[in-house]
Every structure is written in C-alpha cells, then in structure tokens.
C-alpha cells in the first residue's frame, strides 16, 4: 500500500460497529481555516464493522469507485481539530473498492500531521481529524498506487487504472508529543530505471535458508523453483537472504525493480509470477503488502529473498485470498531478485 512509513502498526483498543452516516458536527474547516475535502457519493456510502486495524470488514455494498478523492465522517469526534505538526494516533483499515476485500488492516501508531511526509490521501484524511472520530476516504488508483505502477504489480486480481481503494481510519487521540521514531518515506514518487539499468538476476554471495524454509532451485535465466518442507506452513511472516547482493540498499518508499514468484505453500502452485510476464515488476515499497515490504527494505540490490507470508502477517487477509480464489488460511510464498532501486529522494 502506498502509505507513509509513519502509519506502521502500535497497538489497539476499542471494538466499532459503524455504519455509514452523516456527521453534522464534524469540522467543515481545517486548524489552518482550510476547507477539508468534500464528501461524495461514495465515501458517504461507507459501512463497516469489526475492529479497525484487526479485523474489521467493509459491509457497505461494492465497488466502490471515486474519480477524485473523498472524506466522509463516519462517526463523530469530540474535541480540537489536529494542527500541523501534532501527532495522531490512528488504526486503518484498507479495502478493495472493487470487489470489497480486506486489503490490510493497520493497528494504531502515532502520526506526525506533517504534509511533506504523508502521503495525500493520509494527510487529507488527518488533518481535519477529530479524538474518537472515524473517517472513510475513497482513493482514485492513481492517488493510492500512484501513476508509475501498473495493476498487476498490486497483487489484486482483476484489479484495473478505473479502480479505488477505500481507507477507514479510526483516530484514537490527537497531542502534541513527537510520534515514534520511524523513518518515513517521502510523499514524491521516485524515479524510473532503463531496462538496460536493471541487472538481469540476483548476483552475489549464495547463503543457507533457515530450517524449515522452501528449498529454491534455479534456472540459467534465475528463475526459480520453489519446493516447500514437510509439515505445516508458519503462522508469522518469516524472511530469508538467500543470495547477498552488493547494490544499494533499498530504503523505505524507494522505487524497486524486481523478479518474483509466488506460490501457495499448500499446493506449491504459482499464482503470480513477473518471471512468467517476461518482465521486471517495479513499486514503492510502500505500495505493496506488509510481506513484500518487509523483504525489500534494508536489503541490497542484487539480493535473492524469500518471504513466507501467512494471511493476516504481512498477507491480503482471509477476504483477500479468498476472493483471488484461495483458501481463506493459504500462505503464500514469494522468491524476489531484487534488480535495481531508485531511492525516494532521487528524482
């Protein structure tokens, strides 16, 4: 997801049953005298249940689709509008507008309400925030994932440029002590890469997996083979290095180019590949799910890794592989050769 590396999960409290309303109390104005951004016919259709950041569902009928962004209150706050530079506590939620898929669910950390570090639709989502209030955005694809990446590289199926993707925040408390020390990734999209840029596998030095990982066997052209153990899947995201590179390191919010399978650990079939495309995939690492995240940042270029990414760690959740036609508990299995990297703050 293209968040801001600020929104990484804390912890949470606090059960919601919310159904979509009107909030006549809510602020039309920001602390700055800002209008907020409007409402619209579809964030203002939002209906949602369960815990926001565990396992709350989107109950409202989908799609979902917006041509520009919108904000709707969803239950009311009570209290002082946030101010720039103070920090919010906030948990999200985050749902395929298309097909109403759970997406990712963030639990609460604290958020410095700094323009230059969020992204649009978060600091457009906060900066009107009240304590307690809970807020639906419905984000145009190209305000979420951004105009660079393409849809096959988001992971949802069937999921097209005309699509949105609806964001449900709960604010738990707005102050002004400084938000954890978490790096945080720029709002601007970085650069691009030539294909003649780009390595054409993973090159460095070959190192063991861990016991009970996928054994990976390659071909000439690297792709791989991926073969899992006996006995059951993990129930945590585990990642491994399986060939050191000696690149850049990949930074939080960087573009990355890279080479990937994934399979379903149950039946060892491939459900995604770029290997298969003929292609290298390239994103923000802040646009993609928690597993895929987790296995680029703070890696070289050149690295070989495998992420083992059970549904709801670093996952699409249960909704999420089900509707892309799995098992509802499938763990999925991604081998990446990370190419090239163009860091956040290179245009």
């Given at each position: 997801m293209n968040?801001?590396?600020?929104?990484?999960?804390?912890?949470?409290?606090?059960?919601?049953?919310?159904?979509?309303?009107?909030?006549a109390g809510a602020p039309t104005k920001d602390a700055a005298g800002v209008e907020c951004l409007a409402s619209g016919s579809a964030s203002s259709s939002l209906k949602v249940s369960g815990d926001i950041g565990a396992d709350a569902k989107l109950t409202s009928k989908a799609p979902?689709?917006?041509?520009?962004?919108?904000?709707?209150?969803?239950?009311?706050?009570?209290?002082?509008?946030?101010?720039?530079?103070?920090?919010?506590?906030?948990?999200?939620?985050?749902?395929n507008g298309k097909t109403g898929a759970s997406i990712q669910q963030q639990p609460a950390s604290a958020v410095p309400l700094v323009k230059d570090t969020l992204n649009d639709w978060?600091?457009?989502?906060?900066?009107?925030?009240?304590?307690?209030e809970t807020v639906g955005i419905v984000?145009?694809?190209?305000d979420f994932f951004g105009s660079e990446m393409e849809p096959e590289a988001t992971g949802?199926?069937?999921?097209?440029?005309?699509?949105?993707?609806?964001?449900?925040?709960?604010?738990?408390?707005?102050?002004d002590a400084a938000a954890a020390e978490e790096p945080v990734a720029p709002t601007n999209e970085p650069g691009t890469l030539e294909p003649d840029e780009l390595l054409k596998k993973a090159e460095g030095t070959a190192k063991d997996a861990p016991e009970g990982f996928p054994t990976v066997k390659l071909a000439k052209d690297g792709a791989?083979?991926?073969?899992?153990?006996?006995?059951?899947?993990?129930?945590?995201?585990?990642?491994?290095?399986?060939?050191?590179?000696?690149?850049e390191t990949v930074e939080p919010g960087d573009r990355v180019y890279v080479n990937y399978r994934g399979v379903i650990w149950r039946t060892g079939e491939e459900f995604d590949s770029s290997w298969s495309r003929g292609e290298a995939a390239n994103f923000t690492t802040t646009g993609v799910i928690g597993g895929f995240q987790q296995a680029l940042e703070g890696q070289k270029?050149?690295?070989?890794?495998?992420?083992?990414?059970?549904?709801?760690?670093?996952?699409?959740?249960?909704?999420?592989?089900?509707?892309m036609g799995h098992e509802p508990d499938d763990v999925m299995v991604f081998v990446l050769d990370i190419l090239g990297t163009v860091h956040a703050d290179a245009k």
């Open positions: 968040i801001s590396r600020a929104l990484l999960p804390a912890a949470l409290a606090g059960a919601l049953l919310m159904t979509g309303c009107s909030a979902v689709t917006a041509k520009k962004l919108e904000r709707s209150v969803i239950t009311e706050g009570d209290g002082k509008v946030a101010k720039e530079g103070q920090s919010v506590t906030v948990s999200m939620a985050m749902f978060a600091y457009e989502g906060l900066r009107c925030a009240l304590p307690g984000a145009p694809y190209n949802l199926e069937g999921f097209t440029k005309k699509d949105s993707i609806v964001i449900v925040m709960q604010v738990e408390e707005i102050n791989p083979t991926i073969t899992m153990p006996k006995g059951d899947a993990p129930k945590k995201l585990e990642v491994a290095t399986i060939i050191e590179g000696d690149g270029v050149g690295s070989q890794i495998i992420s083992v990414v059970p549904a709801e760690d670093g996952g699409y959740g249960a909704d999420g592989l089900t509707q």
